[in-house]
């Protein structure tokens, strides 16, 4: 079966740290896709990777896949509050997304 | 970018009756609409995948006569809970396709009492 998991479950870090998700397939990833969502509400499209050992950042969230298309990581550097919320995966192995568990990130002043 | 609009973004249904739920792209066509559940604490689980013009394909475990799917157009998928009970409170999600790119709706909170 296709699988997809998230690690750890759940983050709690101090503001201004460093931190970072992992997403792990089963089987090589056409894409992978980074979503970030406020429980309830929808989500928020952070970055797709494609290529193997692409690397893509968008102001202090990085994500990276590697050669063989079956890790990524989301890194987020100097963490805010406003960096709180569930951080999910997605995998593109064929129409449509399969998710990972999620990564409940709290960010404590 | 595309953008896909769900409503209502709430609804409170009373147990055993129906609850409609729109799924629109707004600026693109979609041949194939996906639909997905949420509980609590819990991560996205796919319900069913709608196809214009054919019939929906659901997840093993998801029930066909009680989440009804109409993919009415390119542009409208719907999502009927037909006879609602608590047990069906959740947070759901549309998703449609572009080319490479999946887009999803902001989601309908569902609360049946």
């Known amino acids: 079966s296709q699988e997809l998991e998230q690690s750890p479950q759940s983050l709690i870090v101090q503001e201004g740290k460093n931190l970072t998700i992992n997403c792990t397939s089963s089987?090589?990833?056409?894409?992978l896709y980074w979503y970030k969502q406020k429980y309830g509400e929808g989500l928020i499209f952070l970055m797709m990777?494609?290529?193997?050992?692409e690397e893509k950042s968008h102001e202090k969230i990085t994500a990276k896949l590697d050669e063989k298309k079956q890790q990524s990581s989301l890194h987020i550097t100097a963490s805010q509050p406003s960096h709180a919320g569930i951080y999910l995966c997605?995998?593109?192995?064929?129409?449509?997304?399969?998710f990972g568990k999620g990564t409940r990130l709290s960010v404590i002043a | 970018g595309a953008v896909v609009s769900q409503h209502p973004s709430r609804v409170i249904c009373k147990s055993g009756t129906s609850v409609k739920i729109e799924c629109r792209s707004l600026?693109?066509?979609?041949?194939?609409m996906f639909w997905y559940r949420q509980f609590p604490k819990q991560s996205l689980m796919l319900m069913a995948t709608?196809?214009?013009?054919?019939?929906?394909?659901?997840e093993q475990g998801v029930e066909k006569d009680k989440f009804l799917i109409n993919h009415a157009s390119l542009t409208l998928s719907t999502l009927t809970v037909t006879s609602a009970h608590p047990e069906d409170s959740s947070f759901y999600i549309c998703?449609?396709?572009?080319?490479?790119?999946?887009?999803f709706g902001p989601g309908t909170r569902l609360t049946v009492t």
């Open positions: 998703s449609a396709r572009s080319f490479h790119e999946q887009y």
């Open positions: 089987k090589t990833l056409y894409g």
């Open positions: 990777l494609q290529k193997g050992g």
């Open positions: 997605g995998a593109d192995w064929d129409t449509p997304l399969v």
């Open positions: 600026d693109f066509q979609a041949t194939t």
């Open positions: 709608s196809n214009e013009g054919s019939k929906a394909t659901y």
